[in-house]
């Protein structure tokens, strides 16, 4: 059954529009990569101006089919800022506006629920310095622990000052959150979190574990940034593009 969703191409400016066709990418590379709940984690952008307004998916629409048009912009409290026949996760509001509102540095706010990210965290020793994705993250990554389903706004404070100015969160019997300064780093940050947490839970169904010295998890930026060439995130978002385009290119619309 289609959808029917019109074309928003026409009616936002060009930089948004390239901020929809990657958000997009980014929920199809999420139900790729199956970090998807079925329609019940998110993932937000901000949209560029000063206004306190970001993208957030269509409640009620698997990862594998949301667009660039069945994007919904919101404001700071949760309004619509266009027609559409969809609502907004109200607990995916109450998480992304109040990282959005405290971090003007980041672009984009990645969430999700996978079986690694909440089995990792429900363990009291959280993420283990066992694995060379671990140590890329352990440098920048929070806690925050579970207090329900995230419906109130007096947590919010609580989510700001946890991630502080981190860029990887484990929520405690939860799952897991990376924010970046663009969609392609909030995407390489979960990737190398959610990998870490797969491999420490296929690794605790073994033997004692081997811990990473710690003098080797220090300046993970100065790895990260030589590791990729220099160039970050993008070392590796236009081959994700490429694989979309062969696969699933219906994004984009």
């Known amino acids: 059954m289609s959808l029917n969703i019109p074309s928003l191409q026409d009616q936002v400016s060009a930089e948004e529009w390239q901020l929809r066709v990657d958000l997009a990418a980014l929920y199809r590379l999420t139900a790729l990569y199956g970090w998807s709940d079925l329609v019940f984690t998110h993932i937000s952008a901000r949209v560029p101006g000063p206004e306190h307004h970001f993208l957030i998916n269509p409640y009620g629409l698997t990862f ?38 405290a971090r003007p540095d980041v672009r984009c706010v990645m969430h999700t629920h996978t079986r690694a990210g909440v089995g990792v965290s429900a363990q009291k020793s959280g993420l283990l310095a066992i694995s060379q994705q671990a140590t890329l993250v352990l440098g920048s990554l929070a806690y925050h622990d579970y207090e329900g389903i995230a419906l109130r706004a007096d947590e919010q404070p609580r989510l700001q000052a946890d991630l502080g100015n981190r860029n990887f969160m484990i929520l405690r019997n939860h799952g897991l959150l990376t924010v970046g300064a663009t969609v392609a780093d909030a995407f390489l940050h ?27 998890q220090r300046d993970t930026a100065e790895v990260m940034r030589v590791g ?16 979309l385009e062969r696969t699933d290119p219906g994004y984009k619309l």
């Open 228 to 243: 990729s060439s220099g160039q970050g995130a993008q070392i590796a978002w236009p081959a994700m593009l490429r694989r």
């Open 190 to 216: 979960m990737y190398l979190l959610e990998t870490a947490c797969q491999i420490q839970l296929a690794a605790q169904a073994g033997g004692e574990l081997v811990h990473v010295d710690p003098d080797i």
């Open 64 to 101: 594998d089919e949301i667009t660039a048009s069945s994007l919904i912009k919101v404001d700071a409290r949760c309004n619509k800022l266009h027609e559409t026949a969809f609502p907004v996760n109200p607990a995916g509001f109450t998480i992304h506006s109040c990282i959005h509102e």
